[in-house]
Protein backbone atom coordinates (compact mmCIF):
# COMPACT_ATOMS: atom_id res chain seq x y z
CA UNK A 1 0.00 0.00 0.00
CA UNK A 2 1.56 3.21 -1.16
CA UNK A 3 1.00 6.20 1.29
CA UNK A 4 2.17 9.92 0.33
CA UNK A 5 1.28 13.19 1.67
CA UNK A 6 -1.55 14.50 -0.60
CA UNK A 7 -0.77 17.83 -1.86
CA UNK A 8 -2.83 20.68 -0.23
CA UNK A 9 -2.51 22.92 -2.47
CA UNK A 10 -4.52 21.13 -5.63
CA UNK A 11 -6.46 18.63 -4.00
CA UNK A 12 -10.33 19.52 -3.37
CA UNK A 13 -11.87 18.21 -0.20
CA UNK A 14 -15.23 17.76 -1.07
CA UNK A 15 -16.31 14.77 -1.83
CA UNK A 16 -18.39 13.02 -4.99
CA UNK A 17 -21.54 11.50 -3.82
CA UNK A 18 -21.82 7.85 -4.98
CA UNK A 19 -23.41 4.78 -4.17
CA UNK A 20 -21.62 2.05 -2.43
CA UNK A 21 -21.86 -0.15 -5.85
CA UNK A 22 -19.66 2.76 -7.43
CA UNK A 23 -17.13 3.66 -4.52
CA UNK A 24 -16.47 0.98 -2.20
CA UNK A 25 -15.58 1.59 1.42
CA UNK A 26 -12.34 2.71 2.22
CA UNK A 27 -10.77 3.52 4.60
CA UNK A 28 -7.80 5.94 6.04
CA UNK A 29 -5.50 5.32 8.79
CA UNK A 30 -7.37 6.28 10.90
CA UNK A 31 -9.83 3.79 10.37
CA UNK A 32 -12.50 6.46 9.22
CA UNK A 33 -13.91 6.56 5.65
CA UNK A 34 -11.54 7.51 2.98
CA UNK A 35 -13.27 9.94 0.97
CA UNK A 36 -12.85 9.65 -2.74
CA UNK A 37 -11.62 12.96 -4.24
CA UNK A 38 -10.36 14.56 -7.32
CA UNK A 39 -6.68 16.45 -8.48
CA UNK A 40 -7.33 19.56 -9.07
CA UNK A 41 -4.41 21.14 -9.86
CA UNK A 42 -2.69 21.29 -13.58
CA UNK A 43 -0.36 18.77 -14.04
CA UNK A 44 -0.49 15.17 -15.28
CA UNK A 45 -3.15 13.61 -13.19
CA UNK A 46 -5.56 16.47 -13.53
CA UNK A 47 -8.81 15.08 -12.55
CA UNK A 48 -7.51 11.79 -11.74
CA UNK A 49 -9.57 10.22 -8.32
CA UNK A 50 -7.71 9.45 -5.42
CA UNK A 51 -8.84 8.84 -1.94
CA UNK A 52 -7.61 10.41 0.87
CA UNK A 53 -7.46 10.89 4.63
CA UNK A 54 -10.56 12.05 5.94
CA UNK A 55 -9.16 14.76 8.11
CA UNK A 56 -7.66 16.41 5.44
CA UNK A 57 -5.82 19.32 5.33
CA UNK A 58 -4.26 16.97 9.07
CA UNK A 59 -3.54 14.16 6.96
CA UNK A 60 -2.68 10.70 8.35
CA UNK A 61 -0.72 9.92 4.93
CA UNK A 62 -3.58 7.70 3.99
CA UNK A 63 -2.83 8.07 -0.56
CA UNK A 64 -4.52 5.40 -3.05
CA UNK A 65 -5.65 6.23 -6.56
CA UNK A 66 -9.13 5.09 -7.24
CA UNK A 67 -8.04 2.79 -10.05
CA UNK A 68 -6.09 0.88 -7.79
CA UNK A 69 -8.88 0.08 -5.51
CA UNK A 70 -11.14 0.07 -8.42
CA UNK A 71 -8.86 -2.77 -9.28
CA UNK A 72 -9.25 -4.72 -6.34
CA UNK A 73 -13.30 -4.11 -6.77
CA UNK A 74 -13.27 -5.70 -9.47
CA UNK A 75 -11.56 -8.37 -8.68
CA UNK A 76 -13.29 -9.08 -5.27
CA UNK A 77 -16.39 -8.98 -7.52
CA UNK A 78 -15.31 -11.54 -9.52
CA UNK A 79 -14.14 -13.57 -6.70
CA UNK A 80 -17.62 -13.01 -5.32
CA UNK A 81 -19.37 -14.14 -8.53
CA UNK A 82 -17.45 -17.36 -8.72
CA UNK A 83 -18.19 -17.97 -4.89
CA UNK A 84 -21.96 -17.46 -5.35
CA UNK A 85 -21.35 -19.54 -9.08
CA UNK A 86 -19.84 -21.84 -6.53
CA UNK A 87 -22.46 -22.24 -4.34
CA UNK A 88 -25.37 -22.60 -6.50
CA UNK A 89 -23.48 -25.69 -8.35
CA UNK A 90 -22.95 -26.89 -4.56
CA UNK A 91 -26.26 -26.47 -4.12
CA UNK A 92 -26.98 -28.29 -7.52
CA UNK A 93 -24.71 -30.86 -6.63
CA UNK A 94 -26.93 -31.64 -3.20
CA UNK A 95 -29.79 -31.73 -4.87
CA UNK A 96 -28.74 -34.33 -7.30
CA UNK A 97 -27.42 -36.26 -4.65
CA UNK A 98 -30.77 -36.70 -3.10
CA UNK A 99 -32.08 -37.10 -6.20
CA UNK A 100 -29.92 -39.93 -7.35
CA UNK A 101 -30.48 -41.53 -3.67
CA UNK A 102 -34.17 -41.68 -4.72
CA UNK A 103 -33.61 -43.25 -7.63
CA UNK A 104 -31.74 -45.78 -6.08
CA UNK A 105 -34.35 -46.39 -3.69
CA UNK A 106 -36.93 -46.51 -6.43
CA UNK A 107 -34.79 -48.96 -8.26
CA UNK A 108 -34.36 -51.12 -4.83
CA UNK A 109 -37.97 -51.19 -4.30
CA UNK A 110 -38.32 -52.11 -8.79
CA UNK A 111 -35.88 -54.99 -8.29
CA UNK A 112 -38.18 -55.98 -4.75
CA UNK A 113 -41.20 -56.09 -6.84
CA UNK A 114 -39.44 -57.43 -10.11
CA UNK A 115 -38.71 -60.53 -8.06
CA UNK A 116 -42.17 -61.06 -6.66
CA UNK A 117 -43.71 -61.09 -9.87
CA UNK A 118 -41.17 -63.67 -11.33
CA UNK A 119 -42.18 -65.62 -8.77
CA UNK A 120 -45.99 -64.81 -9.27
CA UNK A 121 -45.13 -65.56 -12.72
CA UNK A 122 -43.51 -68.91 -11.91
CA UNK A 123 -46.34 -69.78 -9.57
CA UNK A 124 -48.78 -69.04 -12.31
CA UNK A 125 -46.84 -71.11 -14.49
CA UNK A 126 -47.07 -74.31 -12.52
CA UNK A 127 -50.65 -73.37 -12.11
CA UNK A 128 -51.34 -73.70 -15.66
CA UNK A 129 -48.97 -76.94 -15.88
CA UNK A 130 -51.30 -78.39 -13.78
CA UNK A 131 -54.98 -76.92 -15.22
CA UNK A 132 -53.24 -78.41 -18.09
CA UNK A 133 -52.24 -81.77 -16.66
CA UNK A 134 -55.84 -81.93 -15.04
CA UNK A 135 -57.58 -81.02 -18.42
CA UNK A 136 -55.54 -83.49 -20.35
CA UNK A 137 -55.93 -85.99 -17.71
CA UNK A 138 -59.67 -85.75 -17.76
CA UNK A 139 -59.85 -86.12 -21.64
CA UNK A 140 -57.47 -89.13 -21.14
CA UNK A 141 -59.94 -90.42 -18.52
CA UNK A 142 -63.18 -89.76 -20.91
CA UNK A 143 -61.59 -91.40 -23.59
CA UNK A 144 -61.16 -94.59 -21.88
CA UNK A 145 -64.30 -94.11 -20.42
CA UNK A 146 -65.49 -94.23 -24.23
CA UNK A 147 -63.66 -96.81 -25.27
CA UNK A 148 -64.89 -99.09 -22.34
CA UNK A 149 -68.97 -98.42 -23.05
CA UNK A 150 -68.22 -99.47 -26.89
Not at 27 to 49: D, I, M, Q, S, Y
Not at 107 to 119: D, G, R, S
Request: hydrophobic share 40%.
Amino acid sequence: MASHQSHSDGSSSRTRSLSFAQAPLVKCFHEEEAPLRVVRFNGPTVGKRFYGCAHWPRTCGFFKWAEEVDEIVELQQKMFEKDVTIAELQMENDMLKRTNERLEDDVAELAIENTETKEIIGSARADRKWVAFLVFSWVFFSFILLLNKQ
